[in-house]
């Protein structure tokens, strides 16, 4: 049981506490922390780790979230190609969010063809089941997903599947991050850098916020884990000192995973993406290089994929940014509630709207 | 979305049980002793020293670690008696049986029925047998009724609770739903919990001399400990504070919940109970319960209090707190 109760035992909880609450009590301003990842948000709200924040220290929830960051023109275009009769693949974050042309939800209800999937795997198994149907899966997530995503596109090469392909909104972390702190509608002092988009690109990738100034740790996910990485960030601040620190050297290495990087090498081109609230960013997004584009549901398809419009009054943009907290959105608990979402970061289990109507409220 | 449907959630005993509940029944059915929705009615009008019941079981699979839908249905509806303050005397049993379901397996259900009920010294008076066309239902469900007497001095009702009272808790909570889940999953995981169905019955007898002191009680089905609990707190003027750190879960339920991402908070059991009680009982409802087997694992986890009215938080083990709420979607449907 080491792996629960060591990473949640009172004592230690206590004793980074206190070295918290010293580095806190000499700041000379307020600080913001960015916790990137959506499963961080989650396990923050989840062991109620705010409350332990000094009021000199403000954690703010950053944007990783995919299925949170996908605009609502992708949405639109996989709702078309539901309609259309394809047989459409996805992880099961993405069924219940709303657009203004619906849901997938909805659509399944009225007869679509939608499979959620624990492994993208499953989606190559529905286009052997099917082969007079094309099978179309939703290639949202960041370099962690992206990296089992593409080796489909191997398999499929391999044992000749043809009607199979992936609507790609692939997102790059580290372009979003440094949007965000070019962005002079949002404070941000340093990085809990997400853990398992970490493993993929390696801790190094975090290097260039570093010398910019903004200390960076990489935490795992369980609330010591956090509390660690806050406080580290915290005596950096204090100190003036900005470092990379690799906490969750249990799965992460400073490289990354190697197979995995020369995967994105052989199969992926950086491209311009579009993020729900940051809006276009450079190079942050992910195409299939020429070599695989018959496996693009785009190109393949003729889809043209906007930005789409975000529901009316959603403010799941500014949450992204870390510029709103969810519960000053005047949506939140009134009309959107996970029970019926008015945005995605109410539906998603790593969306910050939706800790925070479970844990805090 | 035009047309309403009925949606898993509704049986989740989450939020859309609730809000069907209070819809559609309590609208319809709700001036009489339904009112309060207890798990067993008293009959004020006729006879007020009976406790009456139903209940339906559609677990699957039907058989599972640590029992199977029959001793399931006998020990769910002698808690739900218990836990309203009677003492389990009848049972009626309806089997809803589905076409090719093997012989053997009606067999063997039947005979866990009349050993459990054998158990907790009930009769089964009465029952039922329908067949239905393959692939009407499941293999089979059974429906269940129960009538117990009125044990005396327990008046039980969420409105008695006050600040201060303690919360109790009769063992480990959440092996049952983990272990029918771990199994219909496929997780062989070496270590993983078996069902705790079992009667609460004798733990209730067992504080009769405390029963003044006992404001509440019920046994976290569906919904877990937290159903319980908001349903207790619900728009009333105290709150309820739950300790993390004495929480009991059995090491094979955390760890498969760790990796189902299951809150065992959530997660249904059916052979404990929790009582709300004031403060100077508890130690007495705890060794008496101590002293039984089915209540060897028995532990003080909360505190009703001022603060949070109406609300369940959960003081985390590293200090922080953290609202506890009824699950919004289906977690893990046919439990019990």
């Known amino acids: 049981m080491k792996y629960i109760d060591g990473f949640r035992d009172p004592d230690a909880a206590a004793y980074l506490t206190r070295r918290l609450q010293a580095a806190a009590a000499?700041?000379?301003?307020?600080?913001?922390?960015?916790?990137?990842?959506?499963?961080?948000?989650?396990?923050?709200?989840?062991?109620?780790?705010?409350?332990?924040?000094?009021?000199?220290?403000e954690l703010l929830s950053g944007p990783g979230c995919p299925v949170c960051v996908t605009p609502a023109g992708y949405l639109n275009?996989?709702?078309?190609?539901?309609?259309?009769?394809?047989?459409?693949?996805?992880?099961?974050?993405?069924?219940?969010?709303?657009?203004?042309?619906?849901?997938?939800?909805?659509?399944?209800?009225?007869?679509?063809?939608?499979?959620?999937?624990y492994s993208p795997e499953n989606a190559l198994h529905l286009a052997r089941a099917h082969p007079d149907r094309q099978v179309v899966f939703l290639a949202v997530g960041f370099e962690t997903t992206i990296a089992p995503i593409i080796t489909t596109i191997l398999s499929a090469r391999q044992n000749g599947i043809e009607n199979y392909s992936l609507l790609c909104a692939f997102k790059r972390i580290p372009p979003a991050l440094s949007a965000l702190v070019a962005d002079p509608e949002v404070s941000i002092d340093a990085f809990i850098c997400p853990p398992h988009v970490s493993a993929i690109i390696g801790s190094q990738a975090f290097q260039p916020f570093v010398a910019d100034g903004l200390p960076c740790v990489v935490a795992g996910f369980e609330p010591l884990d956090i509390l660690y990485a806050v406080t580290t960030l915290a005596e950096l601040l204090q100190a003036g000192r900005s470092e990379l620190i690799?906490?969750?050297?249990?799965?992460?290495?400073?490289?990354?995973?190697?197979?995995?990087?020369?995967?994105?090498?052989?199969?992926?081109?950086?491209?311009?993406?579009?993020?729900?609230?940051?809006?276009?960013?450079?190079?942050?997004?992910?195409?299939?290089?020429?070599?695989?584009?018959?496996?693009?549901?785009?190109?393949?398809?003729?889809?043209?994929?906007?930005?789409?419009?975000?529901?009316?009054?959603?403010?799941?943009?500014?949450?992204?940014?870390?510029?709103?907290r969810p519960d000053r959105c005047p949506l939140f608990g009134r009309v959107c509630t996970p029970i019926e979402p008015a945005g995605p970061c109410m539906v998603s289990s790593e969306g910050t709207c939706s800790a925070y109507f479970k844990y805090v409220q | 979305m035009s047309e309403e449907t009925v949606v898993l959630g509704h049986g989740s005993g989450g939020l859309l049980t609730r809000?069907?509940?209070?819809?559609?029944?309590?609208?319809?059915?709700?001036?009489?002793?339904?009112?309060?929705?207890?798990?067993g009615a008293r009959l004020p009008a006729c006879r007020p020293d009976l406790v009456f019941t139903c209940d339906s079981y559609v677990v699957s699979p039907l058989i599972f670690p640590g029992g199977n839908i029959g001793d399931l249905a006998v020990h769910g509806t002698v808690n739900d008696i218990a836990v309203s303050g009677g003492d389990p005397r009848w049972l009626s049993v309806g089997l809803i049986l589905e076409e090719g379901l093997p012989l053997a397996t009606v067999r063997t259900v039947l005979d866990s029925i009349a050993q459990s009920a054998d158990a907790c010294g009930v009769t089964v008076a009465t029952g039922d047998t329908k067949v239905v066309v393959r692939g009407q239902c499941d293999g089979m469900y059974i429906n269940t009724a129960g009538i117990g007497e009125a044990l005396e001095g327990f008046e039980l009702s969420a409105r008695r609770v006050k600040p201060g009272d303690r919360i109790l808790a009769s063992g480990f909570l959440g092996d049952h739903g983990i272990a029918v889940m771990a199994v219909r999953k496929g997780i062989a995981i070496h270590g993983a919990p078996a069902s705790d169905t079992a009667p609460v019955h004798n733990l209730v007898r067992a504080i009769g001399e405390c029963a003044p002191q006992v404001r509440f009680m019920r046994d976290p089905t569906r919904g877990g400990l937290a159903a319980v609990l908001s349903e207790v707190v619900a728009g009333q003027a105290f709150g309820l504070e739950v300790d993390e750190a004495n929480l009991p879960f059995s090491p094979g339920a955390r760890a498969v919940a760790e990796l189902l991402g299951l809150d065992l908070l959530h997660v249904a059991s059916e052979g404990r109970m929790i009582a709300i009680c004031a403060p100077e009982a508890a130690p007495e409802i705890l060794s008496k319960w101590r002293a039984l087997p089915e209540g060897a694992g028995a532990v003080d986890i909360g505190r009703a209090g001022e603060h949070d009215k109406g609300r369940v938080v959960l003081a985390t083990t590293i200090g922080g707190r953290r609202l506890v709420g009824l699950p919004s979607g289906e977690l893990l449907p046919r439990i019990c």
Not at chain 1, 28 to 51: F, N
Not at chain 1, 273 to 296: N, Q, T
């Open chain 1, 26 to 57: 000499r700041m000379s301003r307020p600080m913001h922390l960015m916790e990137v990842c959506g499963t961080h948000t989650m396990a923050i709200a989840r062991s109620g780790l705010r409350q332990l924040m000094p009021p000199s220290i």
């Open chain 2, 19 to 39: 809000d069907f509940i209070k819809q559609e029944i309590v609208t319809r059915f709700g001036d009489g002793p339904l009112a309060e929705l207890p798990d």
């Open chain 1, 246 to 324: 690799n906490q969750y050297e249990r799965v992460v290495r400073p490289g990354g995973n190697k197979r995995a990087l020369a995967l994105f090498e052989r199969l992926l081109t950086p491209i311009d993406a579009e993020w729900r609230g940051l809006g276009a960013i450079p190079d942050s997004g992910y195409g299939l290089v020429r070599d695989a584009a018959r496996y693009d549901a785009g190109e393949r398809f003729g889809l043209t994929v906007g930005p789409g419009l975000d529901p009316s009054g959603c403010r799941c943009g500014d949450v992204l940014k870390g510029k709103l």
């Open chain 1, 77 to 117: 275009a996989a709702l078309a190609l539901a309609r259309q009769g394809f047989i459409i693949a996805t992880f099961g974050d993405m069924v219940r969010v709303p657009a203004a042309s619906g849901s997938l939800e909805a659509a399944r209800a009225a007869g679509a063809a939608v499979e959620v999937c």
